[in-house]
């Protein structure tokens, strides 16, 4: 799914990891990119319950991870592993305020597009 689930949410609140990479789909190649979109909503979503530090976005090469190949996903793992997190912020923040104005991204998230923000700033 495209979603982070209030049970998923609950699993991940009680294992308190250190670190939580969001991987969807990469539509890159469609003028609609839903993975990012989800990506960026579900990433927005998990800042109300952990630090934007422990929070990425580091979409598959290819469309989805079925479609790498084992090179493919070595390559996406030193990806994750170089993302620069204040540019990758940035970036969020905004692709987020660009949803928002075309009414892509309900406006429930403004506030927490608002902290991300002041963080940045």
């Not at 990469?26 to 909503?41: C, H, P, R, V, Y």
């Not at 390559?75 to 990758?88: F, G, L, R, Y």
Request: hydrophobic content about 35%; aromatic content about 4%; overall charge neutral.
């Amino acid at each position: 799914g495209l979603d982070v689930s209030p049970s998923l949410i609950c699993s991940l609140v009680s294992i308190n990891p250190s670190e939580i990479i969001i991987s969807l789909n990469n539509d890159s190649s469609k003028e609609n990119n839903a993975g990012l979109q989800s990506s960026i909503k579900n990433y927005l979503k998990l800042t109300s319950h952990f630090d934007f530090d422990k929070i990425s976005i580091c979409l598959p090469n290819k469309n989805d991870f079925g479609d790498m190949s084992t090179e493919d996903i070595e390559k996406w793992i030193e990806k994750k592993s170089s993302v620069d997190k204040e540019k990758q912020r940035s970036n969020i923040l905004e692709e987020s305020v660009s949803l928002m104005s075309k009414n892509k991204l309900p406006k429930s998230f403004a506030s927490k597009i608002k902290k991300l923000e002041s963080i940045l700033l």
